[in-house]
């Protein structure tokens, strides 16, 4: 299969001086569970910094104050819940009225859980939601088979942009029980654009050199490092790549800008604190240092 390689970082929009915090994008995350409101807070942050105009943060009604208390500009929509996770949305319908709202960009996921409501609820909004999506950590895991947890079983909504963004270890499990992590990291390109041209996805592959591809191109990142690989950081870079959606990038070069940004974050963090010093909470705040960054400025796919 032959795809286009890209090698020059996708740039985020400009901002005009008369425009207000509706220009920049209503950002929608859908995360979170007992033991769990980190990762949801984590994802609001990733997409305040991100320069998301409005970032609100849907998750159980017992978590909304936690995620507040760690950053009162995210706004938080409380969700029934059952046992400390998302309710099934079918019995009072709390899936058709939140999707029903203004939003430009979605992501579900970060510590969402693995209750089968949770799961439900993941799968509905994957398949029924006419809205740009990201889906990372449990929002992956629920669209695999209910029997074997293996293989893509729901195929996304058509019509709307759909952005996944495992790790090894999830993207084997989306691809089925013939193929193991040694194998996925053996041949990344050739199974990321084949997996993302057959199921019309945008996938980001993480890893050393994380991998973005929608089955016609291909984007290899070079920003990042292993003080990164520390619980949390992906949540940050879902809530980053949906901002960027929401803020008008089309999908796959949100998602090529988003892992280079996220990356130099951690690259400009780890240089302040350290590599075993970072942590995810950290690259929010180096986030803002990234896009003012010289080296994003001249950015072209090689190490900067």
């Not at 509706?22 to 929608?28: A, E, F, K």
């Not at 970032?55 to 969700?79: F, G, I, Q, R, Y």
């Not at 430009?104 to 409501?117: F, H, I, M, R, Y």
């Not at 591809?213 to 809530?239: I, K």
């Amino acid at each position: 299969m032959t795809v286009q390689r890209i090698t020059a970082v996708p740039r985020h929009p400009d901002r005009a001086a008369d425009s207000h915090k509706g220009d920049y994008g209503r950002v929608l995350i859908v995360a979170g569970s007992r033991g769990m409101a980190g990762a949801a807070a984590l994802s609001g942050l990733g997409a305040l910094r991100g320069g998301a105009g409005l970032v609100t943060v849907a998750c159980p009604e017992s978590l909304a104050n936690a995620v507040t208390a760690v950053e009162p500009a995210l706004m938080t929509v409380p969700l029934p819940e059952e046992d400390g996770h998302v309710a099934d949305p079918a019995p009072d319908g709390w899936s058709d009225e939140l999707s029903d709202r203004d939003w430009d960009a979605v992501a579900v996921g970060p510590g969402l859980g693995q209750s089968e409501a949770a799961k439900t609820a993941a799968r509905l909004i994957f398949t029924g939601w006419e809205l740009p999506l990201v889906v990372d950590a449990d929002g992956l895991n629920a669209l695999c088979h209910p029997s074997t947890g293996q293989g893509l079983a729901w195929e996304p909504h058509n019509d709307f942009p759909r952005v996944l963004t495992p790790h090894p270890g999830e993207f084997a499990r989306l691809l089925g029980p013939e193929v193991s992590v040694k194998e996925v990291q053996a041949d990344r390109e050739g199974l990321a654009v084949k997996f993302a041209a057959e199921h019309n996805v945008v996938l980001l592959l993480k890893g050393s050199r994380t991998l973005v591809t929608d089955g016609d191109r291909l984007f290899e990142n070079r920003t990042g490092n292993p003080g990164m690989a520390s619980g949390g950081c992906g949540d940050v870079l879902t809530g980053l790549i949906a901002a960027l959606i929401g803020q008008g990038m089309e999908p796959f070069e949100a998602a090529c800008c988003g892992a280079h940004l996220h990356g130099r974050a951690g690259d400009l963090a780890a240089a302040a604190l350290s590599q075993p010093g970072l942590i995810a909470s950290d690259l929010p705040r180096f986030l803002a240092r990234a896009f003012a960054d010289p080296a994003y400025e001249r950015a072209d796919g090689d190490d900067a």
